[in-house]
C-alpha cells in the first residue's frame, strides 16, 4: 500500500490549533511568572492567565486595518464570547466617531459595550467580572457585566422572543456526534466530526430597497431546522427563527466564517 | 483525520520540540490532546532539535505533508485546508 505522511511539529505546552513564534512561547514563562509574583492578569499564548493561573483562552480571530476581533473560550474549545471593535458616528459631532469593544455572550444572546479600553486591557475586564467559572460562562459575572457595561452607542438588538409552540424532540433526529469538533461546510453540506449533520439552503428577496438574504437550515432527512435572515447590506447580524421552539434570536458572526458560526450557534443549542 | 484515512495509508509522525526536562509534559500532552496515533519522537533539544532545522521549522505547530514517493507536497497545512488535501489524494 502506498504511504502519504503528515509530519507534525509540536510542543508539549501549545494546543494543535494555535500557531505560535519562538519568541512567544520564550516570552511565555516569563509573563506566566509575572502574573504569579503579582496576582496580576496576564495575555500569553492566547490564554489569559490570573495570579499565575490559565483562566480562559482569549483568541484574535480577524484583523483589518487596526479592527480587531476576539474569541473568549473555555479550555474545551468552546465560544462564549464574541468580541469586536466598532465606531458610531457621534451624536453632537458627526465628524467624529465613538468606538467601543462590542461583547456578544454566545449561550443568551446579550451584549455589552466597553468604550475607551485598549485590547490589552479587555483581559483584564474579562478577569474582573468573573465572566468564566468552571469552564463555561458564568450567567452572574455576565448580569454583572451587562450592568456595568450597558450596550448604549451600537443598534440595540432585539431581546430573545419565544412564541409557545410545543415539540416533539424526536420530531428533530440530530446525528449522532462529537459536538466540539470544528464546523465544515462544502457546499451545501454542513459537516462536523467528519459527519453530515445537515445542509441548507439560500435564497433572497428585494423589499423597500432592501435586499434580505434567508438561509434555511436542515437536518440531514430534510426537517427545517432554523431559518435566519440578514440584510446583504449588513451580512453579520442574523435573526435566527427556530422551529424546534419557536424562539427569534440574533446572532452576530464574523462575514468571513458566517456559515460555520451560525451552525455552530445552533449546535451548541441542540438544534442542529 | 487519522482514523478517516490511516486504512488508506496515511501515517502522522509528531516530532516533539519540548526540551530536556519536560519529557513527561510531553509524554502527558500526547495523552490529553488525543495524539492516538503511534509514532512520537523528539530529541528533546527545544528549538535545537535536528529535524525542526532541516525542515526550517519557525513556528508550531508546522506540518509536512509527504507523499508515497517521500517528496514534500506541502507545508503548513491544517484544519479544513488539510482535510481537502487529503479528501483529493484518498477520493473521499
Given at each position: 500500500m502506498k504511504k502519504f505522511g503528515l509530519i507534525v511539529f509540536l510542543l508539549s505546552a501549545v494546543g494543535y490549533a494555535q500557531e505560535f513564534s519562538e519568541k512567544d512561547l520564550k516570552n511565555h514563562d516569563k509573563k506566566v511568572a509575572l502574573s504569579k509574583e503579582k496576582g496580576s492578569v496576564e495575555l500569553s499564548l492566547d490564554t489569559i492567565f490570573n495570579a499565575g493561573t490559565p483562566y480562559c483562552l482569549f483568541i484574535q480571530t480577524k484583523e483589518v486595518l487596526g479592527n480587531k476581533e476576539f474569541s473568549v473560550q473555555s479550555f474545551d474549545k468552546k465560544e462564549h464570547i464574541y468580541i469586536k471593535t466598532d465606531c458610531v458616528p457621534n451624536?453632537?459631532?458627526?465628524?467624529k466617531k465613538d468606538c467601543f469593544w462590542l461583547f456578544l455572550f454566545m449561550q443568551s444572546g446579550s451584549t455589552g459595550e466597553v468604550n475607551g479600553a485598549f485590547a490589552s486591557g479587555l483581559p483584564k475586564i474579562i478577569v474582573e467580572n468573573n465572566l468564566i467559572t468552571n469552564n463555561t460562562i458564568n450567567p452572574d459575572g455576565e448580569k454583572r457585566f451587562l450592568m456595568l457595561y450597558p450596550q448604549k452607542l451600537s443598534k440595540p438588538v432585539a431581546p430573545v422572543m419565544t412564541v409557545n409552540v410545543v415539540y416533539n424532540e424526536t420530531a428533530f433526529p440530530m446525528v449522532e456526534r462529537d459536538r466540539t469538533a470544528d464546523i465544515s461546510v462544502y457546499g451545501t453540506t454542513i459537516k462536523q466530526d467528519f459527519k453530515e449533520i445537515g445542509y441548507y439552503t439560500e435564497d433572497s428577496e428585494a423589499t423597500g430597497g432592501k435586499v434580505v438574504k434567508t438561509i434555511t437550515i436542515y437536518l440531514p432527512g430534510g426537517v427545517k431546522v432554523a431559518t435566519a435572515t440578514y440584510e446583504l447590506a449588513s451580512t453579520e447580524l442574523f435573526q435566527v427563527y427556530t422551529e424546534k421552539d419557536g424562539k427569534i434570536m440574533h446572532v452576530e458572526v464574523n462575514p468571513a466564517k458566517r456559515m460555520e458560526q451560525l451552525c455552530m450557534f445552533l449546535v451548541q443549542r441542540m438544534y442542529l | 483525520m487519522y482514523k478517516k484515512y490511516n486504512a488508506d495509508g496515511f501515517e502522522v509522525f509528531s516530532v516533539s520540540l519540548d526540551k530536556a526536562g519536560d519529557a513527561e509534559k510531553w509524554k502527558a500532552a500526547i495523552i490529553q490532546d488525543g495524539l492516538i496515533w503511534p509514532n512520537h519522537v523528539s530529541d528533546?533539544?527545544?528549538?535545537?532539535c535536528a529535524a525542526g532545522i532541516d525542515y526550517a521549522v519557525k513556528s508550531i505547530p508546522f506540518t509536512v505533508l509527504v507523499d508515497a514517493e517521500g517528496k514534500i507536497i506541502a507545508t503548513n497545512v491544517r484544519g479544513a485546508d488539510l482535510q481537502n488535501r487529503l479528501a483529493q489524494i484518498f477520493g473521499h
Open positions: 451624536p453632537t459631532d458627526p465628524a | 528533546l533539544k527545544g528549538w535545537q
